[in-house]
């Protein structure tokens, strides 16, 4: 089953996440951060596959990456002492 790219999944505040990545400044920064973590190679590798179009998803496959995506979410929190 196809999965959603982890990496390119993560927190943000608000008007960052909302109102910010349509500003240069705010892309630019998180691209910079993209690289530092991954890397420039693999940063091009998801973008060649972003033109592809998105696979979709039936309901059963939906549900089960979100119970993944809890159980990774919970894992974490109690790594961090917050669970």
Same mark, same amino acid.
């Given at each position: 089953m196809f999965?959603?790219?982890?990496?390119?999944?993560?927190?943000q505040c608000p008007a960052c996440n909302q109102w910010g990545m349509k500003t240069t400044k705010?892309?630019?920064?998180?691209r @910079?951060?993209?690289?530092?973590m991954y890397g420039a190679r693999r940063i091009r590798a998801m973008q060649r596959l972003a033109w592809r179009a998105a696979p979709k998803f039936? /309901?059963?496959?939906? @549900?089960e990456y979100q119970k993944e995506l809890k159980e990774k979410i /919970?894992?974490?929190?109690?790594?961090i002492g917050e669970y």
């Open positions: 999965k959603l790219f982890e990496e390119n999944i993560h927190v705010i892309q630019e920064a998180y @910079i951060y993209m690289e530092d039936d /309901r059963q496959e939906v @549900i /919970r894992d974490e929190e109690y790594r």
